[in-house]
């Protein structure tokens, strides 16, 4: 299967982390796979060491079902398998060429139970906004070494800053002589940052400039933000207080309850109109779209809104599209309107 053939949702793996579940070992993540697998479009998991148990966790789910080499070489390069390296905790990263190496190999065993006659579909280098450019192109060496040596498909890099993503896939480029081959954005193709919704981006700067063969956009509810849980906003979570003001409903404030008015108003739930959103945005675009699930009911969701949005042709209904201008114009007069924070080296922009 090439790169062109992974279908339109990835499975991310952020979710099974206790940064966003108490307990990620109770997620039925079996009958998840299965249910995604099965749905037609579907074919690929995004994980990493970074979030947790997610690599073992994923491991069981492919060893079990035999999507690995050994147990079924069909089976196995039918499905995407997708992870990083790099970032190792919160505050810890190591982008030296002997630990990218390691981590691969590591990536592998706990995927697919053996090193040998295994290999990775796609591996992008984890949050690059928190290293030097040096740095990065050490790790991406690595990178590039372990895929001439058929340990890797295809490889690329992740974070949050699409300029710097952008700088590193050019570096690279001119270092290197050729391209990489996908990258991986977050929490800019969202309600309240669509930034990555831009043909000067995507078209001329990805594409053409940067050679990508295809363009993730993960946390399209931005790290849970616009999940509307009732427990509010995750307490790791970077963004500032007027943003927190808008979309923490664990916090009374003017404008969380204006919001909530104009959500009624419509007959609409904030995460599920989020999710919509992403998924018209990222086929006008030719992203693919990375959701992170915490249990079956969110995957229906998910399946059930992909589908009736492509029954109709990826398009909003004149509610969907009044309800988000509305939530659009209340976002640009608080300032909270691509509002960015700050990570890494990159500092955030209003």
Same mark, same amino acid.
């Given at each position: ?22 307990? /990620? ?135 949050? /800053? ?29 309600? $309240? ?34 999940? $509307? ?28 309850? $204006? ?92």
């Amino acid at each position: 299967m090439e790169i062109s053939d992974i279908l339109p949702i990835t499975l991310g793996g952020a979710t099974l982390n206790v940064q966003y579940n108490d307990d /990620p070992q109770s997620i039925p993540l079996l009958e998840m796979v299965e249910r995604a697998f099965s749905s037609g479009i579907c074919n690929s998991i995004d994980t990493s060491p970074y979030y947790g148990d997610s690599e073992m966790l994923y491991g069981k789910v492919l060893q079990h079902l035999n999507y690995t080499n050994n147990a079924n070489s069909l089976k196995r390069k039918s499905i995407f398998v997708i992870t990083k390296c790099g970032r190792i905790r919160e505050n810890e990263f190591d982008y030296t060429y002997d630990a990218i190496i390691s981590s691969i190999k590591r990536s592998i065993r706990r995927l697919f139970g053996q090193e040998q006659s295994e290999f990775l579909d796609l591996v992008y280098l984890h949050d690059i906004e928190f290293q030097t450019m040096d740095q990065r192109m050490e790790a991406l060496k690595a990178l590039k070494d372990l895929k001439t040596q058929g340990l890797i498909r295809f490889i690329g890099c992740s974070g949050y /800053p699409i300029s710097f993503i952008y700088e590193t896939c050019i570096e690279f480029k001119k270092r290197f002589g050729e391209s990489l081959d996908g990258t991986l954005s977050y929490s800019n193709g969202c309600l $309240q940052n669509d930034t990555l919704f831009d043909n000067e981006v995507i078209d001329q700067r990805f594409f053409k400039e940067c050679g990508l063969k295809v363009v993730s956009n993960g946390s399209i509810l931005s790290m849970s933000m616009l999940s $509307q849980h009732a427990l509010g906003i995750k307490p790791f979570h970077p963004c500032q207080k007027i943003i927190r003001e808008m979309f923490d409903f664990n916090v009374k404030s003017s404008l969380n309850q $204006q919001l909530l008015q104009i959500l009624d108003k419509y007959h609409q739930r904030l995460p599920l109109l989020a999710t919509k959103f992403a998924i018209i945005k990222n086929f006008q675009y030719n992203l693919l779209t990375v959701v992170g699930i915490s249990n079956l009911e969110e995957w229906n969701d998910c399946e059930s809104i992909y589908k009736n949005t492509m029954s109709n042709d990826f398009k909003f209904s004149t509610n969907e599209e009044l309800c988000i201008k509305e939530i659009d114009d209340l976002m640009i007069s608080n300032g909270i309107k691509n509002l960015t924070w700050n990570s890494g080296y990159y500092k955030g922009k209003d």
